[in-house]
């Protein structure tokens, strides 16, 4: 799949919309002057930088940048209608030929405006949000595999880009959010369907919920893994973040929610959905769940467990590790069967399925992996909660010492470093706290801060230079350790400062598997 620029994007197919037809029904009768009513709209930039003639400009007051002041930069790269954020502060004034509309609740309306735009393309998808505070990845990613292997042309949209699933792995193109802007999304969407994809896996962040980018997505099957504690430097408490996630399920025409009943939160939610909608719950013990597993077995690298649900019983043998990945392969599972998927052509592909990169992702030399019988996972676990998972999960695979080497990130929600250095301590044999992009704080104070959560420093080693620190924990495990190295998953650089430096967890993990046995065969 090509390229191609996600700001400004045009459908596959050239096409042109009315302004009036984009608009309708957003605005006040008889507000839009007759003379723009028709004009063409061949494209919608939501970045001045990123105009181009033919345009329609949204300009928007964000959190940071109030798009306002760049007004009169996108009409003179061509733009040739502007609709801005109403409020006191702002005069909308047409510039020579181009009209300048405000409306209010612009940020409420772009979903609306870009679907209309797009030629509403996921009314004739069927589409699959994953909703929750970890699991959102692999979960997709595992609905998208599924439905591949049965039949579909599968398409992803989340942390990882967008793109079509083919030959077990992704095409993706890079969009910089977890779930991309209200104008971006449609155009992925669009793309897909141009790409002939027929089912979307998508993530859907709180973020995304809260800013009513996905608002105009129409969803046919709503899923929610977990919540825990995150995020809270945007939502600011977590009864914010909670609502902020409830709403993919409000939304019109889902024709079933696809609940975790091992979630506290989870259980309340389906608990209310039940009275207007119809719930699947999903359960890696409760048997009073719709699905749920029973007899799951584990081995170093494969997961097996009988599923019970209301379409029949299976036993399942998946490639995967940790419960937590029987849990989101679960919940895919739900989600295909409640939209009309076929039970045993959907657990017979549950064998082909592969684990996200980065998402309790087996990082190994072969040769090293045979002399030195290591095991090496890199995860991006970077909340107590997921923590606290991938540990618990890891420790049923592992017959030696479980490691553990991370850090917490600068800039973000503090509260959660000396939870994660104690959940760190009291569930890992030896610990190794390290630096995890620092941003604009002192990786010193970071490390700190998680030391405050840590009474014991007996097997609590720390060492800021991540790279470093990985090596030492390879360097000291002994045959038949396992290392989970946390935090960064597939991220392919480390932030310090203003500076995003070129770094991968996984191969870091390699060129230190690869020296070790280099040094053992010289020896």
């Known amino acids: 799949m090509e390229a191609f620029n996600m700001t400004s994007y045009s459908p596959a197919q050239a096409v042109s919309h009315r302004l009036e037809d984009l608009l309708s029904g957003l605005l006040a009768e008889n507000s839009l002057p007759d003379d723009c009513a028709n004009t063409a709209i061949t494209g919608i930039a939501t970045d001045s930088r990123e105009v181009l003639p033919g345009d329609l400009f949204i300009a928007l ?60 393309p996921t009314e004739n998808l069927t589409v699959i949000g994953v909703t929750g505070t970890n699991g959102k990845t692999s979960c997709s990613h595992l609905i998208a595999s599924l439905a591949t292997t049965v039949g579909h ?11 079509v699933y083919q030959q077990q792995e992704f095409e993706l193109q890079q969009t910089g959010f977890t779930t991309p802007d209200a104008v971006q999304l449609q155009a992925c969407m669009q793309k897909l369907q141009a790409d002939s994809c027929n089912v979307i896996a998508m993530e859907v962040s709180s973020h995304a919920l809260a800013q009513h980018r996905v608002d105009a997505i129409h969803f046919n099957i709503a899923v929610f893994t977990n919540l825990s504690h995150d995020h809270l430097d945007f939502h600011k408490n977590m009864a914010s973040y909670a609502a902020a996630k409830r709403r993919l399920f409000s939304f019109d025409g889902i024709d079933a929610a696809v609940i975790n009943a091992d979630d506290e939160f989870g259980e309340r939610l ?13 359960s890696v013990s409760n048997t009073q769940a719709d699905i749920f597993t029973q007899n799951t077995r584990y081995s170093l690298n494969s997961i097996s467990s009988d599923v019970v649900s209301p379409w029949g019983r299976a036993t399942i043998t998946m490639p995967l590790i940790g419960e937590f990945n029987l849990s989101n392969a679960l919940a895919a599972l739900t989600a295909l069967l409640a939209s009309g998927g076929d039970f045993d052509a959907l657990i017979a592909a549950t064998s082909e399925v592969t684990a996200v990169k980065g998402r309790m992702e087996i990082v190994s030399d072969s040769s090293s992996q045979a002399i030195d019988n290591k095991t090496v996972v890199v ?11 991938a540990l618990a999960a890891l420790r049923s695979h592992t017959n030696g010492q479980l490691w553990c080497v991370f850090g ?29 992009n620092p941003r604009s704080e002192p990786a010193a104070q970071i490390i700190d801060d998680i030391l405050l959560g840590i009474d014991d420093m007996h097997d609590v080693n720390v060492e800021p230079d991540r790279a470093a620190a990985i090596a030492f924990a390879i360097e000291q495990a002994e ?26 967890d996984a191969d870091v993990v390699r060129e230190c598997l690869s020296r070790e046995l280099h040094e053992d065969c010289q020896s």
């Open 61 to 120: 007051n964000g959190l940071t940048v109030d798009g306002r002041t760049y007004i009169n930069e996108a009409i003179e790269r061509g733009a040739v209608a502007v609709v801005a954020e109403a409020d006191e502060s702002f005069s909308a004034r047409n510039k020579g030929t181009v009209a300048i509309i405000s409306l209010q609740n612009l940020t409420e309306h772009l979903s609306k405006i870009a679907g209309r735009f797009y030629g509403e």
């Open 153 to 163: 042309k599968s398409g992803l949209i989340g942390t990882l880009g967008y793109g």
């Open 270 to 282: 389906a608990k209310e959905l039940r009275s207007h909608s119809k719930v699947f719950t999903y």
């Open 379 to 389: 995860d991006y676990a970077h909340t107590p909660q997921a923590l606290e998972l």
């Open 408 to 436: 917490c990130g600068g800039d973000r929600d503090n509260d959660k470093r000396a939870a994660m250095g104690r959940i760190a301590k009291n569930l890992a044999d030896s610990v190794v706290i390290t630096s995890d």
């Open 479 to 504: 045959a038949g350790d396992l290392i989970l190295v946390a935090g960064k998953g597939h991220e392919q650089f480390q932030i310090i400062g203003a500076s995003k430096l070129p770094f991968s």
